[in-house]
């Protein structure tokens, strides 16, 4: 069963360049959800995606997209890339619906941004 | 907005001793959750809490619930060095996850 996959593993960038981060959630589950971890500090909610939809956002800039596939893969897009937008992006995927489903997390994209 | 405490942010133990990290939130939510971080990795789950009272165990690691307290606890028994890490506290609410600040624990030989 394969768990939550996450490409590219690692990425550079500079100030001003488009990045697409893509996921695969795990087997059987339909909805994903972004992050974005900076170093030294936990996880920040970007958004969440359901039936191809963006059904929830975190604070963060319209310069954050996504997209999500029939297939529930989904993709996140960011624009006019900033200094600060360098930290582990983590994926993670669940089922909607159940009350006890843990969320699981992909291995992460680790965006530079020069 | 929901928020998410740790304490201590740091910790340095010594091999078999004990202790407890803690974790208050500000607001009721559905579910929470202890996940562990090794450095530059992803993010494991460790354990789901979901009532009041609930209490998990694992090997070293137990997790306790207390909702009217809005408190969780992760205690470690006899450490080991394996459980280096850092440990977030997480809480479901809004259909997302809410991360504490994280608990960086260095166990030392």
């Known amino acids: 069963d394969a768990g939550v996959t996450q490409s590219p593993t690692h990425l550079i960038k500079t100030r001003g360049q488009q990045v697409t981060l893509r996921c695969s959630p795990k087997s059987g589950h339909d909805t994903v959800s972004w992050y974005q971890q900076a170093l030294g500090q936990g996880p920040q909610f970007i958004f969440q995606y359901y039936e191809e939809e963006e059904r929830q956002r975190g604070n963060f800039p319209d310069r954050f997209s996504g997209h999500q596939f029939p297939n529930y893969s989904s993709e996140l897009n960011v624009n006019a890339l900033l200094l600060g937008d360098s930290a582990l992006y983590l994926c993670?995927?669940?089922?909607?619906?159940?009350?006890?489903?843990?969320?699981?997390f992909g291995p992460g994209t680790r965006l530079l941004v020069l | 907005e929901l928020k998410v405490e740790q304490n201590p942010l740091f910790l340095s133990m010594q091999e078999g001793k004990n202790y407890t990290i803690y974790c208050n939130y500000s607001?009721?939510?559905?579910?929470l959750y202890w996940y562990r971080q090794d450095p530059g990795k992803s993010l494991e789950s460790l354990f789901v809490?979901?009532?009041?009272?609930a209490v998990k165990q694992e090997g070293r690691l137990m997790a306790s619930l207390d909702t009217k307290a809005r408190l969780s606890t992760l205690h470690i028994t006899a450490a080991v060095h394996d459980l280096s890490a850092t440990y977030f506290c997480v809480l479901f609410g809004n259909e997302k996850l809410t991360f504490g600040t994280g608990t960086r624990l260095t166990i030392i030989p």
């Open positions: 809490l979901l009532s009041n009272g």
């Open positions: 607001t009721t939510s559905d579910r």
């Open positions: 993670a995927s669940s089922l909607i619906g159940l009350t006890q489903e843990t969320q699981y």
